[in-house]
C-alpha cells in the first residue's frame, strides 16, 4: 500500500515537470517577455536593461534552469497586472472556487448515485427513460448557455436570485446548479451502466441464492463495486470542476480560479496564465492522487496488490 | 413417488419473452429427487440446464424470463406460488447452488469471512459468536487448511480450487435440504475436480442433503450420480438409474452421448460424434426435437413429440422407436 502510493506520488511529480516545461517553452514561442511588460513606447536601452535583470538574455536551456530552480521554490513570476507574485494571486482567488465544489459534488451524488441506481434497477422503465432523457440533455447543455438562461429566468425575469458575483447562500445557488447540471447526467449514466455490469455478475446471483435482501444486494454487493469506475471519472470531473470552471465563474462574475485563467488571458498577463496553469496541474495531480488511494480503499485488488 | 422425495419438479416450463418472440428454454421439465441422493442432469450447453435450476431458485434473468407453468415442490409446498419474501427465507436455508465459476461468483471487495458471515448471520441473528464460530466450522468441512487465516482474505488472494470451497461453504452452511450444484468442477484444474467432487460426495455422505448435479460430462455423472435425466433443447428425453442408463441407453441421443466419451481401455480412434447442431429455441422441431440429428427418425417422429415409455424400473425414455420396440 504505501509502495503503491509512493509510486503514484512519483508519477504525479514526473507530471508536474512535464507540464512545467511544456508551459515555459510554449510561452517562448510567443516572443519575449519584456516586450509584453513594458508599454509600446519603450525606449531600447529600457528593454536591454528589463531583458538583463529578469535574465533573458542567458541561452534557453540556462533560462529554463532558472524557471525550474524558481518554480521549485515557490516562486512562479510576479503577475504584470496585479503586480504581486503570481502564486500569491492564485491562492487570494482558490478559496472562492473551492467553496462552490462542495456544493456541486454533494448535489451531483446526491442526486446522481439514487437515479443511477433507479435507472439501472428498473431499465426499460418510465424513470430510466426520464432520467435517460435528463442524462443527455445535462450533458448536451452547453454551461455557458445554461448559465445566461438561469440568469434569465431567475434573476431577471421571476427576480428570486442575484445574477452575479459572490455574496450570502442564494449567490451559490445558480452557479452550483449550473456547474453540476453536466456532473449529475456524467455520474448518473456512468452508475447505471455500471450498476447494469455488477447487476449481472455471478456474485450478485450468488448473493441472492444466499437468501440476502434486495436492498443488501443492492446497497452492499453491487454498489460497492459499481463505484470504482465513478471513482476514476469524480477524479477527472472534480479536477474538471476546480480548474475548468472558467465558463461558470466568467459568467456569474465569480472571483475564483476560472475567472482569474479568463482574466489572465484577456489582459495578457503572462506569468500569471504561466502560474495558473501550473497551479492546476497541481490541483489535479493531488486530486488524482486522492483517488488513487481512495481506489485503493474501494477495492482490495488494488490494495493487496503486492 | 415415495414419501422420501424432497424435490419434486413436474411440468416446468420456463419461457424467455424477447424481443424477437418467445422461448421456450425449459419445456415441460419433470424430475424428483429424494432425500440423500443425487441425481444428474445431464446435456449439451444451451440446453436449458442452468435456466431449469434458476426457475427451481426463481432467480431467472429479469425481466426476460419467466416460469409460465408447472410445480417446484420443496417437502410438498410449491415454491412457484411463495411471495417474495418467503423466497428469500428458502433460498440458501432450504435450497442452496453452487454455480459453475469460482473466479466471479464470490464478490471481489469482500473478505471471504463475510461472505460467509452474512448467510450464516440469518441463523443466528445477533450472536457474533456462534456465527463466527459457524463460519470456521464451515470452512472446514469444505478442508479449507488455516480457516482462521482464511476468513480475513479477499477472493483475489485464493486459487480456483480454494474459492470453489468457500463456494461450498456457503452453500451447506446452513445445511440445506437440496443442493444444486452447476457445472461445479468444470473451471477447475483436472487434478482439482476430482478433489472436489470427493469433497461433495463426503459432504453429501455426512448429512441428508440431496442434490441436483448438472453437467454435461457423463463421466461425472458415472462417479457422482444415484440417477440421472438427459436434457436435449428443453425437455428430458430419457432418465433412469444411472447403471441402466449407461448399460442399456434407450434413447438415440444419449446412445449417442455415451459413445462419445472416451473409454480407456478401447482402441484409440476417432470418437464418435453427433451430427449436426442442437436446434435454436426460436425455431424447434415440431416433433421430437432430435429428429433431424437422429439416425432412426421417420415421418412420425417429425410431426409429433414422442410420449414417454418405460423402458425398466424407474426408467423412461421419450422415443417412438424405443416405444415400438417396448410394445
Known amino acids: 500500500m504505501r509502495r503503491y502510493i509512493l509510486r503514484r506520488f512519483l508519477q504525479g511529480l514526473v507530471l508536474l515537470v512535464l507540464v512545467a516545461t511544456i508551459v515555459f517553452f510554449l510561452g517562448r514561442l510567443t516572443g519575449n517577455p519584456a516586450d509584453l511588460m513594458l508599454p509600446e513606447d519603450a525606449l531600447?536601452?529600457?528593454?536591454?536593461?528589463?531583458?538583463?535583470?529578469?535574465?533573458?538574455?542567458?541561452?534557453?536551456?540556462?533560462?529554463?534552469?532558472?524557471?525550474?530552480?524558481?518554480?521549485?521554490?515557490?516562486?512562479?513570476?510576479?503577475?504584470?497586472?496585479?503586480?504581486e507574485p503570481a502564486v500569491d494571486v492564485f491562492f487570494s482567488r482558490l478559496p472562492n472556487t473551492l467553496k462552490i465544489v462542495p456544493g456541486t459534488m454533494a448535489l451531483a451524488l446526491i442526486l446522481a448515485i439514487p437515479l443511477g441506481i433507479l435507472s439501472a434497477l428498473y431499465r426499460g422503465r418510465m424513470i430510466d427513460r426520464v432520467s435517460g432523457a435528463i442524462g443527455v440533455l445535462g450533458i448536451a447543455t452547453p454551461n455557458f448557455w445554461l448559465g445566461i438562461l438561469l440568469i434569465y429566468v431567475f434573476s431577471v425575469q421571476l427576480g428570486w436570485l442575484p445574477s452575479a458575483r459572490m455574496g450570502g447562500p442564494q449567490h451559490y445557488i445558480l452557479p452550483t446548479i449550473t456547474l453540476g447540471t453536466f456532473l449529475v447526467a456524467g455520474f448518473m449514466r456512468l452508475i447505471r451502466s455500471s450498476m447494469l455490469e455488477v447487476l449481472d455478475s455471478e456474485f450478485v446471483k450468488l448473493a441472492r441464492i444466499k437468501g440476502l435482501s434486495e436492498t443488501i444486494v443492492v446497497w452492499k454487493h453491487c454498489l460497492r463495486n459499481a463505484l470504482i469506475p465513478v471513482l476514476s471519472l469524480w477524479?477527472?470531473?472534480?479536477?474538471?470542476?476546480?480548474?475548468?470552471?472558467?465558463?461558470?465563474?466568467?459568467?456569474?462574475?465569480?472571483?475564483?480560479?476560472?475567472?482569474?485563467?479568463?482574466?489572465?488571458?484577456?489582459?495578457?498577463?503572462?506569468?500569471?496564465?504561466?502560474?495558473?496553469?501550473?497551479?492546476?496541474?497541481?490541483?489535479?495531480?493531488?486530486?488524482?492522487?486522492?483517488?488513487?488511494?481512495?481506489?485503493?480503499?474501494?477495492?482490495?485488488?488494488?490494495?493487496?496488490?503486492? | 413417488m415415495t414419501g422420501d422425495t424432497v424435490l419434486d419438479v413436474r411440468d416446468l416450463h420456463t419461457h424467455f419473452f424477447l424481443r424477437r418472440g418467445v422461448v421456450k428454454v425449459v419445456d415441460g421439465v419433470s424430475f424428483s429427487l429424494r432425500r440423500g441422493e443425487v441425481l444428474g442432469l445431464v446435456g449439451e450447453s444451451g440446453c436449458g440446464k442452468s435456466v431449469t435450476a434458476l426457475s427451481l431458485l426463481r432467480l431467472l434473468p429479469q425481466p426476460a424470463a419467466r416460469t409460465v407453468q408447472g410445480k417446484v415442490l420443496l417437502d410438498g409446498e410449491d415454491l412457484l406460488t411463495k411471495s417474495d419474501r418467503e423466497m428469500r427465507q428458502i433460498r440458501g436455508s432450504k435450497i442452496a447452488m453452487i454455480l459453475q465459476d469460482p473466479q466471479t461468483s464470490l464478490?471481489?471487495?469482500?473478505?471471504?469471512?463475510?461472505?460467509?458471515?452474512?448467510?450464516?448471520?440469518?441463523?443466528?441473528?445477533?450472536?457474533?459468536?456462534?456465527?463466527?464460530?459457524?463460519?470456521?466450522?464451515?470452512?472446514?468441512?469444505?478442508?479449507?487448511?488455516?480457516?482462521?487465516?482464511?476468513?480475513?482474505?479477499?477472493?483475489?488472494?485464493?486459487?480456483?480450487?480454494?474459492?470453489?470451497?468457500?463456494?461450498?461453504?456457503?452453500?451447506?452452511?446452513?445445511?440445506?435440504?437440496?443442493?444444486?450444484?452447476?457445472?461445479?468442477?468444470?473451471?477447475?484444474?483436472?487434478?482439482?475436480?476430482?478433489?472436489?467432487?470427493?469433497?461433495?460426495?463426503?459432504?453429501?455422505?455426512?448429512?441428508?442433503?440431496?442434490?441436483?448435479?448438472?453437467?454435461?460430462?457423463?463421466?461425472?455423472v458415472a462417479k457422482m450420480c444415484d440417477r440421472v435425466s438427459v436434457m436435449y433443447a428443453g425437455r428430458i428425453v430419457e432418465s433412469g438409474p444411472v447403471r441402466q442408463v449407461f448399460d442399456n441407453p434407450r434413447h438415440p441421443y444419449t446412445q449417442a452421448l455415451i459413445a462419445s466419451v472416451p473409454k480407456m481401455r478401447r482402441q484409440a480412434g476417432r470418437l464418435p460424434t453427433i451430427e449436426g447442431q442442437p436446434p435454436a429455441f426460436s425455431d424447434l422441431p415440431r416433433g421430437c426435437r432430435f429428429a433431424p440429428r437422429c439416425p432412426l427418425a421417420d415421418d412420425r417422429c417429425r410431426t409429433t413429440y414422442p410420449r414417454s415409455y418405460a423402458v425398466g424400473s424407474e426408467h423412461t425414455a421419450d422415443c417412438w422407436k424405443v416405444g415400438a420396440a417396448v410394445l
Open chain 1, 44 to 83: 531600447e536601452e529600457d528593454r536591454v536593461a528589463l531583458i538583463e535583470t529578469l535574465g533573458l538574455d542567458g541561452p534557453l536551456h540556462k533560462q529554463f534552469g532558472i524557471f525550474l530552480a524558481n518554480a521549485l521554490r515557490g516562486d512562479l513570476g510576479d503577475s504584470i497586472r496585479h503586480r
Open chain 2, 107 to 220: 464478490n471481489p471487495v469482500f473478505t471471504i469471512g463475510d461472505q460467509l458471515r452474512e448467510s450464516i448471520a440469518k441463523l443466528h441473528p445477533g450472536q457474533d459468536d456462534t456465527v463466527m464460530r459457524r463460519v470456521i466450522e464451515a470452512l472446514r468441512k469444505v478442508k479449507l487448511a488455516a480457516p482462521e487465516q482464511r476468513i480475513d482474505q479477499y477472493p483475489h488472494q485464493m486459487s480456483g480450487g480454494m474459492k470453489q470451497r468457500v463456494v461450498g461453504a456457503i452453500a451447506i452452511s446452513r445445511e440445506p435440504r437440496v443442493l444444486i450444484a452447476d457445472e461445479p468442477t468444470t473451471a477447475l484444474d483436472v487434478t482439482i475436480q476430482l478433489q472436489y467432487l470427493k469433497l461433495l460426495q463426503e459432504l453429501q455422505q455426512n448429512s441428508d442433503m440431496a442434490i441436483l448435479f448438472i453437467t454435461h460430462d457423463f463421466g461425472i
Open chain 1, 235 to 306: 477524479g477527472v470531473l472534480m479536477g474538471g470542476l476546480v480548474t475548468g470552471a472558467i465558463v461558470t465563474e466568467t459568467v456569474f462574475a465569480w472571483p475564483g480560479i476560472g475567472r482569474l485563467t479568463y482574466e489572465a488571458v484577456i489582459f495578457r498577463d503572462y506569468p500569471l496564465l504561466q502560474a495558473v496553469i501550473i497551479m492546476d496541474a497541481v490541483l489535479i495531480v493531488i486530486i488524482n492522487l486522492v483517488v488513487d488511494i481512495l481506489y485503493a480503499y474501494v477495492d482490495p485488488r488494488i490494495r493487496l496488490a503486492e
